[in-house]
């Protein structure tokens, strides 16, 4: 009863601070009230999530952050460019949240493989694993420079594989090395593109079949990755731009 009471106190002050402040300011300003609270939050989260981002770069002397439009790179694919999305590092805990929804698996018998790494974020966030080695796939040289000088740059005493690799190559046409592999796909191109990666994929495995785990970002994505036979593990996150773990059966 105490509680109940509590709770209709609540809501008779918060009911007679709004007919207060219709009376003081009209429903047009308790309107631009409500707009500002609104615009405060969202801009507030956007820049949390900046100084966040920017966060991870100070910490390891390199330069992963930011939004990038491919629009403002030299590509030399006008194709793939028409199919492929904007750069963005993934969120450090994200990442670590889905390795650790990855079934137990001995990290050293398996490559970790980025398609579309740009500046290499996730490729440093995946040496914390004892991977045997880390390869990253991207299509934009400029990006893929930039990979490059953040992989001589990391500094990072959670570091446990160094073997780190970026490759500036197309992802439709990547040769995938023969060995077992946990495959990152943080939402870097359409599905038209998804779906001639998982052909390339699907000629690799016929080739060498082996165990593969992938970690898909994006709801139009997976739905690819389903329909080309991969089983779902688990969904990390929920949502257009969440993440689920598949897997082939070797």
């Known amino acids: 009863m105490k ?46 999530e900046r100084l966040l981002d920017g966060e991870f770069d100070r910490a390891h002397g390199v ?15 006008q194709e793939n460019l028409d199919h492929g999305l904007k750069y963005q590092g993934i969120n450090p805990n994200i990442f670590r949240k889905m390795m650790g929804a990855l079934p137990a698996i001995d990290f050293s018998k398996f490559v970790f493989i980025d398609y579309g790494s740009g500046k290499g974020r996730a490729l440093l966030l995946a040496a914390e694993y004892p991977f045997s080695r880390i390869i990253g796939v991207e299509f934009a040289p400029e990006l893929h420079m930039i990979a490059e000088r953040n992989i001589q740059a990391y500094r990072n005493s959670r570091q446990v594989c160094r073997a780190i690799q970026s490759i500036c ?29 998982l052909e390339n994929v699907a000629v690799s495995l016929a080739a060498h079949p082996r165990q593969l785990y992938l970690l898909v970002s994006g709801e139009s994505l997976q739905t690819v990755v389903a329909g080309a036979g991969f089983r779902r593990l688990v969904q990390v996150s929920p949502g257009q731009f969440g993440t689920a773990i598949f897997a082939n059966s070797p």
Do not use: C, H
């Open 3 to 48: 509680m109940l009471a509590a709770n209709r106190g609540t809501i008779l002050g918060f009911s007679r601070r709004l007919r207060s402040k219709v009376r003081r300011d009209g429903i047009g300003g308790l309107a631009l009230a409500v707009w500002w609270q609104s615009w405060r939050r969202v801009n507030g989260s956007k820049r949390q």
């Open 169 to 197: 190559a197309d992802a439709t046409t990547y040769e995938l090395p023969a060995d077992p592999a946990v495959i990152y796909i943080y939402n870097p191109f359409d599905a038209v593109l998804m779906t001639r990666v």
């Open 63 to 77: 330069d992963t952050a930011g939004v990038i439009s491919l629009y403002s790179l030299n590509l030399p694919n």
